[in-house]
């Protein structure tokens, strides 16, 4: 059974860079898309953009200029970097996986991480 | 300001049948398939319904989703105390060029 962990810290300064990991267990990082999504407190969800095993992404077009997801197949992990964050990017981060196999948006996000919780704050 | 609207509440009691809206548009809803989710309180959110109305393993056949033109839904057969949770659309837009998500609905069982 595949499972998603993400990890990183929990208080990040404003105007500097989030940094969180996803790590894959239980399955391959080959063959899917790669999503982070966030829930900012008491609001919906908001998609961030993902990364194709092959290395293409997409980003939300609001956050493209401060987005960067990369992936590392040899430790089955993806990870999100997000620059200058403000309070506004307090919020839940979570990771899921898309099958690939038709376009990202038919399968939907099928596996999920429990989410990790982010404040920004001095 | 999300581009799926949904109702932000909806509720019913065990063993009715609650329906959940979703408005979009030529761009989104009305060209590409949809996705629902489930988040119960406190958790991940957990994929209900993917490609309008087909349910991946594990998903009773109580939740049943639909879509005509740019509209979905979102129907809850026989309600289950279990199923109060926030609920979501979702789906491509070709004008944004990314993902969208609904702006979700609280359902309560009373």
């Known amino acids: 059974q595949v499972k998603l962990q993400e990890s990183g810290p929990g208080l990040v300064k404003p105007s500097e860079t989030l940094s969180l990991t996803c790590t894959v267990s239980g399955g391959s990082i080959s063959d899917y898309y790669w999503t982070w999504i966030r829930q900012p407190p008491g609001k919906g969800l908001e998609w961030i953009g993902y990364m194709y095993y092959s290395g293409s992404t997409k980003y939300k077009p609001s956050l493209k200029s401060r987005v960067t997801i990369s992936l590392n197949t040899s430790k089955s992990q993806f990870s999100l970097k997000l620059s200058s964050v403000t309070a506004a990017d307090t919020a839940v981060y979570y990771c899921?996986?898309?099958?690939?196999?038709?376009?990202?948006?038919?399968?939907?996000?099928?596996?999920w991480g429990q989410g990790t919780t982010v404040t920004v704050s001095s | 300001q999300s581009m799926l609207t949904q109702p932000p509440s909806a509720s019913g009691t065990p063993g009715q049948r609650v329906t959940i809206s979703c408005f979009g548009s030529?761009?989104?809803?009305?060209?590409?398939?949809v996705n629902w989710y489930q988040q119960l309180p406190g958790t991940a959110p957990k994929l209900l319904i993917y490609?309008?109305?087909l349910r991946p393993s594990g998903v009773p056949d109580r939740f049943s989703g639909s879509k005509s033109g740019t509209s979905t839904s979102l129907a809850i057969s026989g309600l289950h105390s279990e199923d109060e949770a926030d609920y979501y659309c979702?789906?491509?837009?070709?004008?944004?060029?990314?993902?969208?998500f609904g702006t979700g609905t609280k359902v309560t069982v009373l």
């Open positions: 899921a996986r898309t099958r690939s196999d038709l376009p990202y948006y038919y399968y939907g996000m099928d596996v």
């Open positions: 490609s309008n109305n």
């Open positions: 979702g789906t491509w837009d070709d004008s944004l060029n990314g993902f969208v």
């Open positions: 030529s761009s989104n809803i009305g060209s590409n398939t």
